[in-house]
């Protein structure tokens, strides 16, 4: 059998927020007893916790919810490129070295360890990195970082730059055990109606 890489976080109140973001709570609605034949759990959560795709709507009024997004950009050979400790900004120059024959979904590992909590200096793609990645072919981007932008971007310039050049994106990856290369990608969205992301069990598996 190939080989998996399960490249989501664990979800639980733990799991970093964005401040004022809704955290992770699970309460139970029902359990086994002499009179009820289950177990029943209620969450409640923002879409951004963990693993998650934004949907357009996240960055543009009257754009594609989750439930409306295409499918195709979440599932294929995807490659990924180590820009380890490159700083607040994801460069070019620390993704040229693995430019040559780019497949249409990129992912790029940042941390050498993917955070447990909060720490809003983590690093997010240069707006011009997004542009040239989709010059390149890319349908999507994906980060082992809460953002594409930083943490205290109030233009939200490479969100913009995905909504003009009509990319999707995946967040808050944990890519701590996998080496640069190419790899097949699978992180579908739920079909969220309305939602502005999606929770996603994004793997790698081998080709």
């Avoid at 004022?20 to 951004?48: Q, Y």
């Avoid at 070019?92 to 990129?106: D, F, G, K, T």
């Avoid at 040239?132 to 205290?152: E, F, H, M, Q, R």
């Amino acid at each position: 059998m190939k080989r998996i890489w399960d490249i989501s976080p664990p979800v639980s109140a733990q799991s970093p927020i964005f401040p004022g973001d809704e955290p992770f709570s699970l309460k139970w609605t029902a359990r086994l007893s002499a009179d009820c034949p289950v177990n029943l759990s209620a969450i409640t959560m923002s879409p951004h916790v963990g693993a998650h795709a934004d949907a357009p709507l996240h960055y543009a009024d009257g754009a594609a919810s989750s439930a409306e997004v295409d499918l195709d950009a979440y599932l294929g050979r995807c490659r990924v490129i180590h820009a380890i400790d490159c700083g607040p900004l994801i460069q070019v120059e620390h993704l040229r070295h693995a430019a040559s024959q780019m497949p249409a979904r990129v992912l790029v590992r940042c941390c050498q360890k993917a955070a447990m909590h909060w720490d809003p200096d983590f690093s997010a793609f240069a707006p011009e990195t997004v542009e040239w990645l989709a010059g390149l072919g890319a349908k999507l981007i994906g980060l082992d970082t809460p953002s594409v932008d930083p943490a205290s971007s109030k233009t939200l310039s490479s969100h913009q730059q995905l909504l003009r050049l009509d990319l999707r994106v995946l967040e808050n990856l944990v890519l701590d055990e996998v080496a640069e290369g190419d790899y097949e990608l699978i992180a579908l969205p739920l079909k969220l109606t309305g939602a502005c992301a999606s929770p996603v069990r994004a793997i790698l598996r081998e080709l």
